[in-house]
């Protein structure tokens, strides 16, 4: 990288916000049944629950506010903060597979993360575009052809992934990157 | 660049839309006056007017309509497409600087440019964060810690501009990059 300074991008579902509570939340309201700690362990949420139920889950994602409502990850914040001390921060989300989630996820942003300059946001698909030092994701397909260190954030269907360092949550991230 | 076929990415306003043609007509509508070639002359369109009509001007991005409208600048599909068979074709627009813009332009694009999928679309800011072999833009700011090279695509602000290869229209494209 050019600059003295490294960069680290950083993706927001399942890094940032917790997208998948909000979708639990909102599957237990439609169909009165919780999904298990147990049966999310190794799978992607479509693979935990009925697929006759997918297309009720696929419209969550169309509904304007499903963005908007997500819960900020524990310590991102403080964290993200500090990190903008001695790397350059990007957010890189893969947001050009809900086209109907950009201006939700601006404002998310906006409203979450000021402190993070619209300059260093990118909306993306295929994140072998993002030219950073590390990637901070839950998705290790996105790291297949990144050219930097993809850093695995642990969730629930990436657990028996291997092959890349591993972060349980912010403060691991912290510890990662701030010594 | 990992892969066998080299990366181009390519800018979406001045480059495959006609922002200033647009710019233009809401001008002459407004304020019943013509801008010259000359007055655009190695200027942008904000040095070329009266600043107390700036704020009008803004407004037009703001319209949802402005970026719908756009023409397409004249062989581009046709030479996007012929790119795709040899190249990674990436849209890079710095679409955060006008966050109204981003359905107005990912449906642009899908109307304009189906053949390109939506995986190779990036709303961004900081062009820096774009990992690609070539960038072609109008803007010359965006090359300044793009790491690839920068391609300079013609426009009456960059008239002046030197240090890099310069196209002229999507005719100089295909000749650069086919032969």
Redesign the interface.
């Known amino acids: ?3 003295s300074r490294k ?1 680290i ?1 950083v993706d927001m579902d399942e890094v940032m916000a917790d997208a998948v509570a909000e979708f639990l939340r909102r599957y237990e309201r439609d169909f009165n049944e919780q999904v298990s700690d147990e049966a999310l362990r190794g799978r992607r949420l479509w693979e935990a629950v009925r697929s006759d139920r997918h297309d009720t889950m696929l419209g969550y994602l169309q509904t304007e506010d499903f963005f908007s409502v997500l819960n900020v990850m524990p310590e991102s914040q403080r964290v993200l903060r500090a990190l903008q001390e001695k790397y350059e921060v ?1 957010i ?1 989300t893969a ?3 809900v ?1 109907t989630s ?2 939700a996820k ?1 404002e998310w942003l906006g409203e979450h993360f000021p402190f993070i ?10 994140k ?5 030092d590390y990637l901070i994701d839950d998705n290790p397909r996105q790291f297949l ?1 990144f ?1 930097g260190e993809g850093i695995l954030y642990n969730a629930h269907h990436n657990v028996n992934v291997t092959g890349y360092r591993r972060v349980h949550d912010w403060l691991d991230v912290e510890k990662m990157f701030l010594g």
């Open positions: 990288m050019s600059g960069r991008a990007f890189a947001a050009m597979e086209p950009f201006t601006y300059p619209s300059s260093h946001i990118v909306f993306c698909g295929d072998s575009i993002i030219r950073a052809r050219e």
